[in-house]
């Protein structure tokens, strides 16, 4: 445990990186090499609290956008977040680690409901947390959420894991000359307006001082570098 800088964080991870190379869906070669990443962690002492997308299965903006009411599409959307959650929640137990699903919309057939004071204990007692169904709220991103429940279990940092290695001054898919920043302030961020987290996202971590850490997710072992120290992805950091 003494490598590592954080004892406990929330790993907010995007529904698209469970379908791997597919374009819909989960794939289970994905979620068994994300557990296992995981679990290295878990082994080794730190708490790990997750949230997690569901864009793979239904995306509420894009619902919204195509004319569904938004609220509506927003609850589908926080839907498709258990049923990955639930996949995560295979893979932990194949690997032989202790894990909950917690939903913020009650489903007690499934998973439990998101109690802060409950979700605590579980990290204490060496139980990786899954925070499924976003806020519980429309309107808000599983970005805010992942940033929400950060601050409330008192993560020491919230990995944001990505398809990219960190932030960019601009989208590097399309422009072969950005420039990826190795840190850069919130202030910064919202200014710039970098797609790094939603600005709501952003401003909650930066009104609690909570570090954000970019990465690529599809490194084998880039969570455990950036949670050692090592100059992986991007960090955002609050200014003096």
Do not use: W
């Amino acid at each position: 445990m003494s490598d590592y800088r954080y004892e406990r964080v929330l790993l907010k991870l995007s529904g698209e990186a469970l379908m791997g190379d597919g374009g819909y869906g989960i794939d289970p070669s994905v979620t068994e090499r994300l557990a296992r990443q995981i679990k290295e962690l878990h082994d080794d002492g730190v708490e790990v609290g997750i949230v997690v997308g569901g864009g793979n299965i239904f995306r509420g903006l894009a619902g919204s956008a195509k004319g569904m009411d938004r609220a509506q599409a927003d609850y589908m959307g926080m839907l498709a977040t258990v049923m990955n959650a639930l996949a995560l929640q295979d893979a932990f137990e194949q690997q032989g680690c202790s894990c909950r699903v917690m939903s913020a919309i009650a489903m007690n057939e499934v998973c439990e409901p998101y109690i802060r004071r409950r979700a605590m204990n579980h990290l204490s007692k060496g139980d990786i947390v899954i925070f499924a169904a976003g806020s519980g709220n429309p309107y808000f991103t599983t970005d805010t959420a992942a940033a929400l429940r950060a601050c409330e279990i008192g993560a020491d940092c919230l990995l944001k894991a990505t398809k990219v290695d960190g932030i960019y001054d601009m989208d590097p898919v399309a422009n072969d000359d950005a420039t990826r920043f190795e840190s850069i302030s919130y202030h910064e961020v919202l200014v710039r307006g970098l797609q790094v987290m939603d600005s709501t996202a952003t401003a909650l971590c930066q009104d609690n001082h909570m570090p954000i850490i970019v990465l690529n997710i599809d490194g084998d072992d880039n969570i455990k570098k950036a949670l050692t120290g090592e100059p992986v992805g991007t960090v955002v950091y609050q200014e003096d």
